[in-house]
Each structure stands twice: as structure tokens, then as C-alpha cells.
């Protein structure tokens, strides 16, 4: 089955360019939003302050003469509001409901509803055009009824200079949306470029006839990137770690293997030549090439890359009798007797059956190896608070203090399995397998005999 193909996501630098333009444009809708109000507000407060002088000056001439109501309207009173786009001006001067002069059909205030010498603006509907009306009501002596002066005019010249302040604010907002845009590029390219030398650093390695294992050379970086370089150096330096490994077991096990070869190999040749005892060395080269590759192939489960095996709950007593049953007729045919110390019930650990069986079973084979004939192995198991141990001893002569420090190394052999056939494998296959289900393991010389012990803490006991 063909692998799904991954979803696409969006450039880094779309992704960048997205999180700063569509913020900013949005502060521009916004601040625009806020200057068309004040725009508006600011036009209506100028126009309404001219306005109010022409009324002013209309309503400063108002008098009382000989008991009769009397102005002079003055020019400039009108002159004030004259502007470019030729706004009508309309006004009223009224005593009571008679008018005095002016335009009769302009809309008048709802009675009682100006103060004495207190200006009123409002926009109204006058001959089909909106039109702002400002008003104002006087009171004079020996005249019972109040007179209301009125000035009005049409609106053109405020919707001409509210639209021009507008476009100035627009053109504004897109220069400086635009200059964002053009100083942004540059601002990503600059920031992004130690992202491209990281890039590079790594894709120059794939031109390269050998892979280079070596860290990055990527110069300075920044504090958001120094640890994606770190963590793929450090994936580097395992990945270097497991191939040099692999070319160490792949170069001990060819030398291990090319002995039991070379024997099979003049062995064939002397059972052609019909040599009797050629077909039994024969088996015996392929019985020792047999258990090399089992123990390189249990080697290789234990040493297997990746996370820790998933833990199940293991009985470890049937674990035990099972490696039992499987090792007592070598341990009879060496002459060795075998024997369990355990409780009668069930001691249950989290951890993993086949690599608790390959530690157990590789221990009990050393031991019946090396120890000699007439000799004993004990295969125990102890419970306490802090945890469970798994204990494999014999009474066997012991490691000489030379050999305890290579104890787990691949392929070595010691002075003490001198004269003895053997890979060198066991002990490491059980350090490997130890470190994989976290239990701690030691190695102890009794003198006389030989103990290894492997402790599984509390937890993994408890589970």
C-alpha cells in the first residue's frame, strides 16, 4: 500500500508575512474607522463655530425702538459662511409667531424648547436639501414675546471638506500599509537567513560520497534555533554512535565467523578425501557456527534500536524453571547439577519474557561451562521491599580480578574461560538486554564461586 501523502502546510515565510500584515490591516480598519469619526466630528465642530458667529452677530442687532422690535443685519455676518462650494444660507428672525424677516417656511423650534441666550445647533430638511440650523432665543425689554433668530445653511461645504480630510487619511493609511509591506520583505528575508544557513548545513551533507556524522557548521545562530541545531547534533552524534556499532559487530562477527568456516571448510575437504573423523568435526564447526548466529541474532534483539519494550507482567519462577527445562540436559551431560531457589508463589514483575529468558538462559549457560564437573549453579530469586533480584551462582572456581573489568564486552574472552568453547557473546547479550528493561545488574566474585545478580526496583516489582 502506497504511503498517504502528507498534508501540505504553508510556507514559514506565508505563514510570517500572514501573522504581521493581517494584524496591521486590521489596526488600519480600525484606525481609519476612528479618523472618519473624528474627521466628522472635528468638521461639524468648525462649521457649527462659524456657524454660531453669524448668528451672534445676526442676533447682536437685534433692539427694541420706540416698542417696536428692530435689527440691522450686517454683512459679514453673511460673508462668514460664504465658501467655494456655494452653500445656500437661509435665516429668520421671528417675534413670537409673527415674522420679522427672513424665510417664513424655515423650520421653526418646538416651543419652549430654547433657553434664553443659549445657541441650539440640529440639522433639519429644508427645499429638499439637509441643512444645519443654528438658533437662538432672546428676551427684550418692554416685549412680552421672546424673539427666535435662526440662521441655517446647506451642507455641501462640510461633506467637500469632511471628504477631502478623508481621502488624506485613506492615501495615508495605504502609504503606510504599503511601506509596511515593502520594509517587511526584507525584515523576513533578514531574520530568516540563519534558517537558510541551518538548511544548508544540512542538505550540503547529501552531496557528500560518505555521510558525515560530524556537528553542524552552521556559525551563530539565533536562541530560537540553537536548539533544533543541538538536538539534530545530538541525533548525529547517536546515529554516528550506532553505525560505528554496527561496523564493530559487523567486523568482530565476521572474524568470529570465519574460524568455524575455515574449520567446515578443511573438514569437507577431508571427508572427501574420506577422512573418518572429517563428518563428526564437520557437526561440531556447525554446532559452534550455530550458536554464534543464535547469539548474534539475540545480541541484536537486545541491542535493538529505539524505545524500551513495551513491559507485560511476567511470572518470573516460570520463567526461571522454563530456562531450567531448557538448559538441564547440557547440564547433565557437563556434569553440573542445577538448582532453584524460589518462593512457591508467583513472583510477578512488569518487564519482558523473551529478554528476561535470553538474560537467564545465557547466565546458566556460562555457568555450566566453566564451572566443572561436580560443581552446582543455583538460580534464585529474592523478594524485599525496595524490589526483586534474579541471582545466578556457582561454586565454581571464580574470575580472576583481571577479567571483572571486561565483563559485557563483545567478543572478549576470558583468562578464565581459557581452553573453553565460546563467542564471547553472553555476558554482553545480558548487560544489553539488563539496560533495555532498567534493571541493574552485578557481577561479584564469592571465592570460592561466581555470582551475577539483576535487580528490578520496586516499581517495576509493584506493577
Do not use: C
Amino acid at each position: 500500500m502506497p504511503p498517504e501523502p502528507r498534508a501540505r502546510a504553508l510556507a514559514l515565510r506565508t505563514r510570517l508575512l500572514t501573522a504581521m500584515l493581517v494584524p496591521l490591516l486590521a489596526i488600519a480598519v480600525l484606525l481609519g474607522l476612528a479618523g472618519a469619526t473624528l474627521i466628522a466630528d472635528v468638521v461639524r465642530r468648525t462649521n457649527d463655530r462659524v456657524l454660531g458667529g453669524a448668528l451672534g452677530a445676526i442676533a447682536e442687532t437685534v433692539q427694541v425702538e420706540r416698542g417696536e422690535v428692530t435689527l440691522d443685519l450686517p454683512a459679514a455676518a453673511f460673508g462668514m459662511l460664504e465658501n467655494s462650494e456655494r452653500d445656500n444660507v437661509y435665516y429668520r428672525v421671528a417675534v413670537g409667531d409673527r415674522l420679522l424677516t427672513g424665510y417664513a417656511d424655515l423650520p421653526a423650534p418646538a416651543g419652549g424648547a430654547l433657553a434664553i441666550d443659549t445657541p441650539r445647533f440640529r440639522f433639519a430638511r429644508y427645499r429638499d436639501q439637509n441643512i444645519r440650523i443654528a438658533e437662538v432665543r432672546r428676551a427684550l425689554p418692554r416685549i412680552t414675546e421672546p424673539v427666535v433668530v435662526q440662521v441655517a445653511e446647506t451642507l455641501d461645504g462640510r461633506a467637500a471638506l469632511q471628504r477631502r480630510l478623508m481621502i488624506a487619511l485613506l492615501i495615508g493609511e495605504i502609504v503606510l500599509v504599503g511601506v509596511a509591506i515593502l520594509m517587511i520583505r526584507p525584515a523576513l528575508a533578514w531574520s530568516l537567513r540563519p534558517l537558510a544557513r541551518l538548511r544548508g548545513a544540512v542538505t550540503s551533507r547529501d552531496t557528500r560520497a560518505t555521510p558525515d556524522l560530524s556537528p553542524l557548521e552552521t556559525g551563530p545562530l539565533p536562541a530560537e534555533l540553537r536548539p533544533l541545531a543541538d538536538a539534530f547534533d545530538h541525533l548525529l552524534a547517536r546515529l554516528d554512535a550506532a553505525t560505528a556499532g554496527v561496523r564493530r559487530f559487523t567486523a568482530d562477527a565476521s572474524h568470529q565467523m570465519r574460524t568455524p568456516l575455515a574449520v567446515l571448510k578443511v573438514q569437507v575437504a577431508l571427508a572427501r578425501r574420506g577422512e573418518p573423523r572429517a563428518l563428526g568435526e564437520i557437526a561440531d564447526a556447525a554446532d559452534r557456527l550455530e550458536r554464534l548466529v543464535t547469539q548474534l541474532l539475540a545480541l541484536a534483539r537486545a541491542e535493538e534500536a529505539g524505545a524500551s519494550p513495551p513491559l507485560e507482567q511476567v511470572d518470573l519462577r516460570e520463567v526461571l524453571i522454563a530456562v531450567i527445562s531448557r538448559r538441564i540436559a547440557q547440564a547433565i551431560d557437563a556434569g553440573v547439577e542445577v538448582q532453584l531457589d524460589a518462593p512457591a508463589d508467583h513472583v510477578v514483575i512488569a518487564g519482558h519474557r523473551t529478554l528476561l529468558f535470553e538474560i537467564v538462559s545465557n547466565l546458566l549457560d556460562n555457568a555450566i561451562r566453566y564451572i566443572g564437573d561436580g560443581q552446582m549453579v543455583t538460580v534464585s530469586i529474592e523478594r524485599d521491599a525496595h524490589g526483586v533480584t534474579i541471582g545466578v551462582a556457582d561454586d565454581g572456581p571464580g574470575l580472576a580480578d583481571a577479567d571483572l573489568a571486561h565483563l559485557g564486552e563483545r567478543f572478549v574472552r576470558l583468562q578464565s574461560s581459557a581452553g573453553q568453547e565460546g563467542s564471547g557473546l553472553g555476558l554482553a547479550i545480558v548487560r544489553s538486554a539488563a539496560q533495555r528493561l532498567g534493571a541493574a545488574i552485578t557481577f561479584t566474585n564469592t571465592r570460592p564461586g561466581f555470582r551475577v545478580s539483576l535487580r528490578f526496583a520496586a516499581a517495576a516489582a509493584d506493577a
